[in-house]
């Protein structure tokens, strides 16, 4: 039963602790939202680096190889067409390592820009690759850049090349020399 007289009262002890929970739990709720926005941040560059390294390739398009003319049976050249895959975003060529690995070499380095690239179609004048239709040609000298000094391709010979771009996704592709270059002068890959 109700009594106007019985009234309730707050001391300032419950007042205090109150006062004391709603701060806790703000300072809680803030550093919540502190800790989940970093996650997301870091979340976010480390999804996009990971579709760089999974989408930012280069597509191996063909391989052919020129036949030498003092020693018509080796391979002197290495020519290899590339584009981007899809999805990829600019590439730049002079930073592609490449690697060659054959029978007798291990051989990695850098794309050199001056040498190694010349272009069939390409949307903007420099080295990088900005659109899907952009066809670059990376040419590689066999007995300099494929192996080891002396190193010679001839026929039956195998080649496997990995091109990696600097975002770290790499392309792998295994080349064979044909059985016969015997009066050719280049041959598909």
Do not use: C, H, W
């Not at 496997?160 to 041959?187: M, W």
């Amino acid at each position: 039963m109700f009594k106007p007289d019985n009234r309730g009262q707050v001391g300032i002890g419950t007042l205090i602790v109150f006062i004391a929970m709603v701060l806790v739990a703000a300072i809680a709720a803030g550093v919540l939202i502190n800790t989940a926005g970093l996650l997301q941040t870091q979340a976010e560059a480390t999804g996009e680096e990971t579709q760089q390294q999974v989408s930012d390739r280069l597509q191996i398009q063909s391989a052919t190889g020129t036949v030498g003319d003092s020693d018509p049976i080796n391979v002197t050249e290495i020519n290899i067409t590339v584009t981007k895959t899809p999805g990829a975003g600019n590439i730049q060529l002079e930073n592609v390592t490449y690697e060659f690995v054959t029978n007798d070499a291990v051989n990695t380095d850098v794309v050199d820009p001056s040498s190694d690239i010349k272009y069939i179609v390409n949307e903007t004048n420099d080295n990088v690759i900005t659109d899907r239709s952009d066809r670059y040609i990376l040419s590689f000298d066999t007995a300099t850049q494929v192996g080891e000094d002396g190193v010679k391709l001839q026929g039956g010979d195998t080649v496997t090349v990995t091109l990696t771009t600097a975002q770290g996704a790499s392309t792998i592709k295994e080349l064979r020399v044909p059985d016969s270059l015997v009066d050719r002068s280049a041959v598909k890959l």
